[in-house]
């Protein structure tokens, strides 16, 4: 005995490749499939939309195959209404629960389709109050009511444009010719777009903006408005601190010196300086930190959340050495984000990519193309990918966005050589 259950999809099913991702998932899992009906849009601007028969043996397999393919946009042609099962013991959640997409979801409950509040991937889905939001393992409470199989769930994939996928084919090619011209214009334009809308910026930064001089652009950046919320490790933080302070990073020199002996001593005489003071905020309103990044955000009193590892120095006072507590950190500075912009920053980024709906367009900058292929494709359907060295993108972006920003040819510690 097989079990079979009818599921459609809508979209650009054929330029994306989205059909044959789920016909493949569908065959990976151990199922089969078949495609009853097809309808092919007739233009760039029209959407498809297949109907497809899924089998598997057990009822159990289907359920788990139909949960996988919904990360496409399928959905079963009869819904269903959702059912909830209550949580036995805190930070489990039921067997069968239903495992979250970060697209847009709705819930059938009590004869209305309720919608998901701030969908996360790879969550669970606790109602309460005729109220739907997403819940990480870790904050599950006994007798929470959780979503159970897959009866009652529905995803909406974001309507893609077809200039950002032209985008993100530039972002794949390691060129610094036009192509990254352009997309540095088209990254300016969106942010403009998203500030006039009321919406905040998000930046993910990594340690390479501290060392490739970019810190001048970036402080430019903060100072017009330009970035509202930084996820960051202690690495760019206290990189950026250090060269404040002593004039360079990690005990890098003048450029025909190269690195002095003992370098590693003044980061942790940086890290010292600002436990200090007791946190960062604290070391700038004492007038102990003066220049960098993150002077330059409690100044503008930007939100930041910094997360450590265990391979930290320090590590700093601010940072969040609980990293589920950084999660939750992360989490609640997302409310109001309607760009996201990761730069030289491979693990936050990927972080910060599970925690963000799919709606919120990305844009992904490393000078690796395995990383920025990978982040794309893990972020967003409006992600862009952008090969290049942070520095020389941060100075083009400011160069777009701050009327008044001239480069000036930076020094190892990011400041003016």
């Known amino acids: 005995m097989r079990f079979h259950e009818q599921v459609e999809v809508?979209?650009?099913?054929?330029?994306?490749?989205?059909l044959a991702k789920v016909l493949d998932d569908v065959l990976d899992?151990?199922?089969?499939?078949?495609?009853?009906r097809i309808d092919l849009g007739r233009s760039h601007d029209d959407e498809s939309h297949a109907v497809i028969t899924v089998g598997a043996e057990t009822q159990r397999r289907l359920v788990r195959i139909l949960m996988r393919v919904q990360v496409h946009g399928v959905n079963k042609v009869a819904a269903g209404t959702a059912r909830c099962e209550a949580a036995d013991r805190d930070g489990v959640f039921p067997t069968d629960f239903y495992s979250t997409t970060n697209l847009e979801t709705v819930v059938h409950l009590d004869g209305q389709w309720v919608p998901v509040e701030h969908p996360e991937m790879d969550c669970g889905l606790v109602v309460s109050h005729g109220r739907v939001r997403t819940v990480p393992v870790t904050d599950v409470r006994v007798g929470d009511q959780i979503v159970c199989g897959v009866d009652g769930v529905k995803v909406v994939l974001p309507v893609t444009d077809h200039s950002s996928r032209v985008h993100a084919e530039y972002g794949s090619l390691p060129s610094s010719g036009q192509p990254q011209a352009v997309l540095v214009r088209a990254i300016a334009r969106q942010i403009r777009e998203i500030k006039a809308e009321g919406g905040q910026v998000l930046w993910v930064a990594g340690q390479a903006i501290a060392t490739t001089g970019a810190t001048p652009a970036l402080v430019a950046l903060i100072e017009a408005g330009y970035l509202d919320v930084l996820f960051t490790g202690n690495a760019l933080a206290t990189l950026d601190i250090e060269a404040a302070l002593y004039g360079s990073p990690l005990g890098v020199g003048p450029l025909r010196s190269g690195r002095v002996q003992r370098g590693s001593e003044q980061h942790i005489r940086a890290i010292n300086a600002i436990r200090r003071e007791g946190s960062i905020r604290a070391a700038v309103e004492s007038g102990v930190l003066t220049e960098g990044i993150m002077h330059a955000m409690v100044k503008a009193n930007k939100a930041f959340v910094v997360v450590g590892s265990v391979r930290d120095d320090g590590p700093l006072p601010d940072v969040h050495?609980?990293?589920?507590?950084?999660?939750?950190?992360?989490?609640?500075?997302?409310?109001?984000?309607?760009?996201?912009?990761m730069v030289a920053s491979a693990q936050h980024s990927v972080a910060t990519g599970n925690i963000l709906p799919a709606s919120i367009p990305v844009a992904c900058v490393d000078v690796n193309p395995t990383t920025v292929h990978a982040l794309t494709e893990r972020t967003s359907a409006h992600a862009v990918g952008v090969v290049a060295d942070a520095g020389l993108f941060l100075e083009q972006l400011a160069v777009e966005l701050v009327a008044d920003y001239r480069p000036a040819r930076p020094g190892p510690g990011g400041t003016a050589a």
Do not use: F, N
Not at 29 to 36: C, K, L
């Open 10 to 18: 809508h979209g650009h099913l054929m330029d994306t490749g989205v």
């Open 29 to 36: 899992y151990g199922g089969d499939y078949r495609v009853d």
């Open 321 to 341: 050495t609980d990293v589920v507590a950084g999660q939750r950190a992360m989490r609640a500075a997302l409310r109001g984000v309607g760009y996201a912009l």
